[in-house]
């Protein structure tokens, strides 16, 4: 008997929803960067494991948006509470504290008729006590279905979430194929990649700045040619992502194309390019042109 199980992955910016979704599915589609709104779209990780196929949503951190990039992560992360879900996975770091995030989102599982689970993450860097504490924070706010604490970065604790989850699976056909790991474009998880490594390398505004367009993508018999864009949002930002002697540049394309080259199983060769597209991320528009806009089926 073959079930499926659809759980959104939510919580405030930097929590470790996309290393959580990753070590969930034991593969990296979802990018992780220790700064705050790393993802942008919702990513879907699919995982088929016994008779269950798991379609998380990995969205981007809730926060109050500040531009028009800003406003298209919010209705990206509204919308997936808005599907037809089994399960909820909320990620809060050990030792947060309740905030008007955390009100208003709790506010929201109330109105719905969706189990919640509470993740508390980070325990591989916070001691026993915090970890109760912030347990106790919680659940006192809010019926959570179950309370798990655990480390997405270390692995530790998060096979107890599949023994959670798994009684709210219910009997369907499974929507992908069984060997499915996302179904996020190679074209977009490639240009993924890069934007992390450029959150990794670059800091301040610079890595909040960009966005990476694919312009070709084509696959040889066993090597996939990639030709890449990156755009910046202010001449200055430029030479700060290509580096000294582009030695910046060259570290984000060896780093990404390492990283492609897992996901994809073959050779990658990958050619960056930096553009400026001065203050795209204020523009509805060029929002949309860098694909960031809502799916219509
Ligand atoms: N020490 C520790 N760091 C973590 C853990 N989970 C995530 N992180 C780090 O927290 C930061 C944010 O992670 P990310 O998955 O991008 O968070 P998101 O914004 O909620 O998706 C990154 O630097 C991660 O490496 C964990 O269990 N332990
Ligand atoms: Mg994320």
Not at 102 to 115: D, L, N, Q, T
Not at 205 to 219: D, K
Not at 221 to 249: M, Q, V, W, Y
Request: with cysteine; hydrophobic share 40%; charged share 30%.
């Amino acid at each position: 008997m073959r079930k499926t199980l659809i759980a959104a992955i939510t919580g405030r910016a930097n929590t470790g929803k996309s290393t959580l979704m990753n070590t969930l599915l034991g593969v990296k589609i979802s990018i992780v960067s220790n700064k705050p709104q790393t993802t942008r779209n919702n990513i879907r990780g699919i995982l088929t494991k016994g008779d269950i196929q798991y379609i998380f949503l990995d969205t981007p951190g809730l926060h109050k948006p500040k531009d028009k990039l800003g406003s298209y992560m919010m209705r990206s992360a509204n919308s997936a509470l808005a599907e037809n879900l089994d399960v909820i996975i909320y990620v809060v770091s050990a030792g947060d504290r309740i905030g008007p995030v955390e009100e208003s989102i709790m506010k929201r599982f109330s109105e719905m008729e969706v189990p919640v689970v509470l993740i508390v993450n980070k325990t591989d860097i916070n001691d026993g006590r915090t970890v109760g504490e912030t347990i106790l924070q919680f659940s006192q706010k809010y019926n959570f279905a179950s309370v798990i604490p655990l480390s997405a970065k270390t692995g530790k604790g998060t096979e107890i979430v599949f023994e959670e989850i798994d009684k709210y699976a219910i009997e369907d056909e499974w929507p992908f194929p069984e060997d499915f790991v996302t179904d996020s474009s190679e074209r977009s998880l490639a240009s993924e990649m890069i934007r992390e490594k450029i959150l990794v390398l670059t800091s301040e505004e610079v890595p909040h700045g960009v966005a990476v367009s694919i312009e070709s993508f084509e696959e040889k018999e066993d090597l996939i040619s990639i030709r890449a864009e990156i755009f910046c949002e202010r001449a200055s930002h430029k030479p700060i992502i290509i580096g000294k002697n582009g030695e910046t540049l060259k570290k984000i394309g060896t780093m990404a194309r390492e990283d492609m080259e897992k996901l994809f199983g073959v050779k990658v060769y990958l050619d960056l390019w930096v553009k400026v597209k001065e203050n795209w991320r204020a523009n509805e528009i060029a929002v949309a042109n860098m694909g960031y806009k809502e799916e219509k089926d």
